[in-house]
Nanobody
Framework: QVQLVESGGGLVQPGGSLRLSCTVS????????MGWYRQAPGKQRELVAR???????TYTDSVKGRFTISRDNAENTVYLQMNSLKPEDTAVYYC????????????WGQGTQVTVTV
């Protein structure tokens, strides 16, 4: 029922920037916290950024100061601005809800590939 569609990934050099977008349908978006996750080959999926319905943002330490999460409730879209990219940021990036104690993930979208390399 819930649909998550990620876009904006690509191939960039170290130090470059990308802006990811995630468009959401099937929920009351304006009242829903959202997050960005990433998964690199051989590693577990990691929550890198989250934003509350009140637009309070938090980040994992490895991306703090480089990434910015934002949302546009009129467009049902959450963004991830990624600056000063590093090779270790290479992963498939997904949006989904940050989990509370009584919640479950929405159905995962296809993700968008981010590759940072010379």
């Amino acid at each position: 029922q819930v649909q998550l569609v990620e876009s904006g990934g690509g191939l960039v050099q170290p130090g470059g920037s990308l802006r990811l977008s995630c468009t959401v349908s099937g929920i009351i978006f304006s009242s829903s916290p959202m997050g960005w996750y990433r998964q690199a080959p051989g590693k577990q999926r990691e929550l890198v950024a989250r934003i509350s319905s009140g637009r309070i943002a938090t980040y994992t330490d490895s991306v703090k100061g480089r990434f910015t999460i934002s949302r546009d409730n009129a467009e049902n879209t959450v963004y991830l601005q990624m600056n000063s990219l590093k090779p270790e940021d290479t992963a498939v990036y997904y949006c989904n809800r940050p989990l509370g104690t009584t919640t479950v993930f929405y159905s995962w979208g296809q993700g968008t590939q981010v590759t940072v390399t010379v």
